[in-house]
């Protein structure tokens, strides 16, 4: 498996899903709800001023997890 940073995880897990970068997304045990990919990556490029702070994540067919046995930062919201 590959570590990445969450941006590049985030358009990984576009390119292989059918919606693109319209798929909807959840964080676990959030109350917020789906947003979508696109809507992701732009709250991340909002919200960190140091994109190689957050490195060491990896896809998996559960989800994004945070390095390789982390928990669960992203999955994908069954349609």
């Known amino acids: 498996m590959t570590e990445m940073t969450l941006i590049e995880a985030l358009e990984k897990l576009a390119l292989i899903k059918k919606n693109g970068l319209d798929t909807l997304i959840q964080i676990p045990d959030s109350?917020?709800?789906s947003i979508t990919i696109s809507e992701a990556?732009?709250?991340i490029r909002d919200?960190?001023?140091d994109i190689s702070e957050t490195?060491?994540?990896i896809i998996g067919g559960d989800g994004i997890r945070k390095g390789e046995?982390?928990?669960i930062v992203y999955?994908?919201?069954d349609e």
Do not use: F
């Open 31 to 33: 109350a917020n709800g």
């Open 41 to 43: 990556i732009k709250a």
């Open 47 to 49: 919200h960190t001023p």
């Open 55 to 57: 490195d060491n994540y």
């Open 69 to 71: 046995k982390g928990e």
């Open 75 to 77: 999955q994908v919201k």
